[in-house]
């Protein structure tokens, strides 16, 4: 089965065990916010833990000292990711509401560059890659935006990778550009009907290799890999919950099936059994694969 008719077919399970159980949704979104704070500030080198992350947005205090800015960083997000959840149904995405995430996400980080696109001479390099002058970010982004939206026939798993892909590609703000993108791509999910979905911190050597392609070739093959996987491994984990499934570690499913620990690992990251990644941890309903 294709990875797409697999989503299909998730989507499908979801909305139906989903019927009547909006307050079980609203835990499982609120549980996960630390996570997608967690693993996208990661990528982009903070060095705040899950653990760290979650007390801080809980208003615990650390045990070692963390930056002003990484404080704010984890704050922000939290901020950015739960607005997301409540207003991606309403509003349909525009250069307005990329602006106001922006502000959101960089007050009292960089309030200079706060909710603006870049500017004059403020040009910005991504590895190799130079990004377009300033006075080209608001046509292409209103280009990227249009073609996305356009783009209906197209399966989910592209739509998200190429938006991604050009967005990132773009890199509209002076600071910021990788956990707007990625926040965005839930924005858009969640007001097609799907879930969000995280990029996790341990895929992030992937996730570049994706820009590399991208920017090499103008291929989103691998991009496409890293969306479809996080889409399952999102539907997964709520359809165990929503059906009220004994949620254990692989490791302990493998015990308990005498079945090989690390060839349940591979599958899981393959994404070819109902398992997911929770917490630094694969995880997976008890009733099986």
């Known amino acids: 089965m294709s990875i797409y008719k697999r989503i299909d077919l998730l989507r499908q399970q979801y909305y139906k065990f989903a019927v009547g159980k909006n307050s079980l949704l609203q835990l499982i979104g609120e549980a996960e916010v630390a996570e997608q704070v967690y693993n996208s500030n990661a990528i982009e080198n903070s060095t705040l833990s899950l653990d760290e992350t979650e007390k801080i947005l809980l208003n615990i205090d650390l045990d070692r000292f963390v930056s002003q800015r ?3 960083e984890a704050r922000n997000l939290e901020r950015v990711v739960k607005y997301i959840d409540l207003k991606a149904v309403q509003q349909k995405l525009g250069l ?11 007050t009292n980080i960089r309030d200079d560059i706060a909710g603006r696109f870049r500017e004059d001479n403020e040009w910005v390099r991504v590895a190799n890659h130079i990004a377009c002058a300033p006075e080209l970010v608001t046509g292409k982004l209103e280009k990227t935006l249009a073609e996305y939206h356009s783009s209906i026939t197209d399966n989910v798993i592209k739509r998200i990778a190429v938006f991604h892909l050009n967005f990132e590609s773009i890199h509209p703000f002076v600071d910021g550009n ?3 993108g ?6 858009l999910l969640i007001r097609d009907g799907y879930v969000p979905v995280n ?3 341990i895929d992030r050597s992937l996730y570049y290799d994706a820009f590399q392609e991208f920017d090499r070739s103008g291929k989103s093959s691998i991009m496409e890999e890293i969306v479809g996987k996080a889409l399952t491994n999102s539907y997964h984990k709520r359809l165990a919950y929503l059906r009220g499934m004994n949620i254990i570690t692989l490791n302990e499913y493998a015990k308990r ?5 690390s060839n349940l690992i591979n599958k899981a990251k ?3 059994i109902n398992a997911f990644w929770e917490k630094g941890v694969w995880k997976i309903g008890n009733s099986g694969l």
């Not at 307005?96 to 960089?106: F, K, P, V």
């Not at 990625?182 to 924005?187: A, D, E, K, P, T």
């Not at 099936?257 to 620990?261: E, F, I």
């Open 70 to 72: 990484e404080i704010f």
């Open 96 to 106: 307005e509401e990329i602006l106001l995430l922006h502000r959101m996400l960089i």
């Open 178 to 180: 990788g956990r707007i």
């Open 182 to 187: 990625r926040v965005l791509n839930n924005y």
């Open 199 to 201: 990029i996790k911190f």
């Open 257 to 261: 099936n005498d079945l090989s620990h």
């Open 270 to 272: 393959r994404q070819t």
